[in-house]
């Protein structure tokens, strides 16, 4: 799941390399048009819906906890 969620989000945002940090938010890699950017992505392609208390610093700081999120989210 990692994997697909990388691929997804630097076919994306080729800009930001999603691989350098594992604190995106915190290192400020990451700002909030961004993430919004990050949420519709991810709800189109692995048809989930975000809730508002997942949107924290924890789910958003790698690829590792966005697919965290991802997997858990479709099990519900």
Known sequence: ???KVLDLL????PEIDFTSSEELVDDGILDSLTITGIIMALSMEF????PYEEIVEENFNSTRSLAAMVERLQNQ
């Open 1 to 3: 799941m990692e994997e």
């Open 10 to 13: 630097s076919e994306m945002f």
């Open 47 to 50: 048809g989930i819906t975000i």
